[in-house]
């Protein structure tokens, strides 16, 4: 299949540059950017100027099969991230039972390519069922597709148990992604401590709980000189030790979620438990702190950490929700608030959205560059909606943006040249 994709304003996340002009596709992969000649009887979309960029790859996305199929299947999660310009899903191993052995990988590996018209790859558990007490069978994992290795929010607290894991992660050249908090002062809490959780009598959790977190995990790469990804910083006190980390020339890389990008504590209001995520949402000046971080390439990766809840176990008090929100669909229009904000650039945004994630993982995604996958979202930043969340096309519908005034649409959205959302060609 041979196309050219004219009138483009092209977003270039390596370049980190805006520029007008237009890209070929052939077969499954970009033959041209910039001024083409197309050949002769080439399909021609004219993009109308709207923007064009690399496919959004989401690390730390959650799907519920198996297990929890009601909340997620990877048909619905599939066609919520078409939808909203992710090409790419990187799935979390926190299901029921935990991807945790090869045969288990093998068949959501299976699933996943029956179901999904956008790229599915899987994490596979560090420690057998999350406990945190014996380390997976990596090798055998890795053998069999798992492109990185996590226990998500179940931290291995047996420092003996992690640094075995790390070690032998290393060996192999395996990626381990652990989730920053101390558990047992985060245990149970609902929000961050602070006035407005005292207002609202809600359990809450210190800020330092994730710079202890991160300081423990820190120690154990210096140990074990394993690769490691941070999924989620979210707080000012963790940067100074992630600057100080990568300045030593560690390994290690940092992401954060959308949700912690573009909200804050007060969004909680009145006990609004879809605004319920973990780690809880944090105090402006954090947030504030992280987006500046992003900006300047300190935390790496920009991800959804879509967390698909049922409504039974979303209408509860606060503090006995469920944590977690839906976003493979909302990803691109919260990410816009930044950019109309003046917080953020349009490359800078996609660079964290598609080109770090890829990098770190070793994909050749996240590109427009000649040769790298046909794998491309067209969007238009400007075009204003008011979300509702019963549209949304995920199972689940715990979205915080429910009744919101956004902006930024997806058109179009192309996996290895295929036209996966928007319409035909």
Known sequence: MTFLLTNALLIDPEALTETIGSLLVENDAIAAVGDVNPPKGTTVIDCGG?????????????????????????????LAAAAGGVTTIIARPDTHPAIDTPETLEFVTRRAAEASPVRIRHMAALTK?????????????????????TDCDSVVADTKVLSRALIYAKSLGALVMGHPQEPILSNGAATTSGKFASLRGLPGVSPMAERIGF??????????????????????????????????????????????????EFDVGDYRTFFKVKPPLRP??????????????????????????????????????????????????????????????LPQLFRAMALNPAKRLGLPHGRLAE????????????????????????????????????EGKVLGTWVGGVRVFGGEG
């Open 50 to 78: 709207k923007c064009l960029a690399p496919g959004i790859v989401d690390l730390g996305v959650k799907v519920g099969e198996p297990g929890e199929r009601h909340k997620e299947s990877f048909r619905s999660a599939s």
């Open 284 to 345: 402006e000046d954090d947030r504030l702190a992280v987006v500046e971080a992003v900006a300047s390439g300190l935390i790496d990766i920009i991800s959804s950490m879509h967390t698909p809840q049922d409504e039974e176990s979303k209408r509860l008090p606060y503090e006995e929700a469920a944590s977690g929100a839906v976003a493979l669909e909302t990803f691109l229009p919260a990410a816009m608030r930044l950019f109309h904000a003046g917080q953020l650039t």
């Open 215 to 264: 300081d423990r995990d820190m120690g154990m790469v210096e140990m074990t000189g394993a690769k490691y990804h941070f999924d989620q910083i979210t707080t000012a006190r963790a940067l100074p030790p992630l600057e100080r980390a990568k300045a030593n020339g560690f390994d290690v890389t940092a992401g954060t979620s959308i949700h912690h990008l573009t909200l804050n």
């Open 129 to 149: 069922g999350r406990e945190g007490r014996e380390m997976t069978e990596i090798g055998f994992l890795l053998d069999a597709g798992a492109i990185a290795f």
């Open 371 to 406: 040769g790298t996958p046909a794998d491309l979202v067209l969007f238009d930043p400007d075009a204003p909606f008011v979300l509702d969340r019963f549209k949304l096309r995920s199972k689940s519908k715990n979205t915080p943006f429910d009744g919101h005034r956004m």
